[in-house]
């Protein structure tokens, strides 16, 4: 088993910029692909940005390219997302998910975390 916890959301105004962590347990990751996964209340869940198990493969959101960025470090089990240039729609809980299927599809996640809220105001 895998477990993740999410941490570093919060509030901030539109612009401005938010790095989120997430620190697995339970066993190494390393060979597991990771990715962030958002869901905003009345929306779809949307894989927001995924990174596979060699770091030589990385997936973004059309809505996010070009301001998130993705980065793991498998010597502390802990995965990252930086993002830039927030917008109000960008408001949502971002999970952080682990998994050995296909690394752009949220079907390929099966340990999710619990959660951090992000909320971007204007």
């Known amino acids: 088993q895998v477990q993740l916890v999410e941490s570093g959301g919060g509030l901030v105004q539109a612009g401005g910029s938010l790095r989120l962590s997430c620190a697995a347990s339970?066993?190494?990751?390393?060979?597991?692909?990771m990715g962030w996964i958002r869901q905003a209340p009345g929306k779809e869940r949307e894989l927001v940005a995924a990174i596979d198990w060699i770091a030589r493969h990385r997936y973004f959101a059309d809505s996010v390219k070009g301001r998130f960025t993705i980065s793991r470090e498998d010597t502390k089990n802990a995965l990252y997302l930086q993002m830039h240039s927030l917008k109000p729609e960008d408001t949502a809980t971002y999970y952080c998910a682990a998994g050995r299927g296909s690394t752009n599809k949220i079907e390929g996640y099966n340990y999710w975390g619990q959660g951090t809220q992000v909320t971007v105001s204007s």
């Open positions: 339970g066993r190494t990751v390393d060979t597991y692909n």
